[in-house]
T-cell receptor
Framework: QQPVQSPQAVILREGEDAVINCSSS?????VHWYRQKHGEAPVFLMI?????EQKGHEKISASFNEKKQQSSLYLTASQLSYSGTYFC??????????????FGQGTRLTINP | ETGVTQTPRHLVMGMTNKKSLKCEQH?????MYWYKQSAKKPLELMFV???????ENNSVPSRFSPECPNSSHLFLHLHTLQPEDSALYLC??????????????FGQGTRLTVV
């Protein structure tokens, strides 16, 4: 059930681009993306619900493939403020009709000047 | 500031101690969650409260005991913990019972060290 993220870590220079992938062996209902800076709370970035969907947030965008088994997060012209650990999560129904967000293991992104 | 506040931010406790973690949200959300974040491991859901009703997560040891007195407050009572319970404990809230199309708001967490 846990989505798999790749790569585990990325080191970039400011201005470079990065792609973070999140994949599953089964179709996902939706994909959530969060960023967590060291010592801070994870912060919501975006949700993708539909196969083939693409969504943007300033220079951070994401896609969800048609089969809904893979999502990619794109960071273009990276800024120092983009550093942190990025998590993808997917809702899973477990008991009593409630859902939980199951997260990938995270991708640590380091942006150097 | 996400609207979810956790206290304390740091806690060191012995294995025989009893302590409590507190979470508070004034976002009007009706679901609250406890997550555990260990080094090099993904975020793990511990408990869910929806409309103040607890949804059990049977894999969590009984030394962790949640309490939700109202929709704005959530506690995690700790007793006779083990060193491997040392982790960052995150509280989150959301609107609705599920995550299908709503985001979760996380607190900054309590860094717990068990000695």
């Amino acid at each position: 059930q846990q989505p798999v993220q790749s790569p585990q870590a990325v080191i970039l220079r400011e201005g470079e681009d990065a792609v973070i992938n999140c994949s599953s062996s089964k179709a996902l209902y939706s994909v959530h993306w969060y960023r967590q800076k060291h010592g801070e709370a994870p912060v919501f970035l975006m949700i993708l619900l539909k196969g083939g969907e693409q969504k943007g947030h300033e220079k951070i965008s994401a896609s969800f493939n048609e089969k809904k088994q893979q999502s990619s997060l794109y960071l273009t012209a990276s800024q120092l403020s983009y550093s942190g650990t990025y998590f993808c999560g997917t809702p899973v129904t477990f008991i009593q009709g409630a859902q939980k967000l199951v997260f990938g293991q995270g991708t640590r992104l380091t942006i150097n000047p | 500031e996400t609207g979810v506040t956790q206290t304390p931010r740091h806690l060191v406790m012995g294995m025989t101690n009893k302590k409590s973690l507190k979470c508070e949200q004034h976002l009007g959300h009706n679901a609250m969650y406890w997550y555990k974040q260990s080094a090099k491991k993904p975020l793990e859901l511990m408990f869910v409260y929806s409309l103040e009703e607890r949804v059990e997560n049977n894999s969590v040891p009984s030394r962790f005991s949640p309490e939700c007195p109202n929709s704005s407050h959530l506690f995690l009572h700790l007793h006779t913990l083990q060193p491997e319970d040392s982790a960052l404990y995150l509280c989150a809230s959301s609107q609705g019972k599920g995550y299908m199309n709503t985001e979760a708001f996380f607190g900054q967490g309590t860094r717990l060290t068990v000695v």
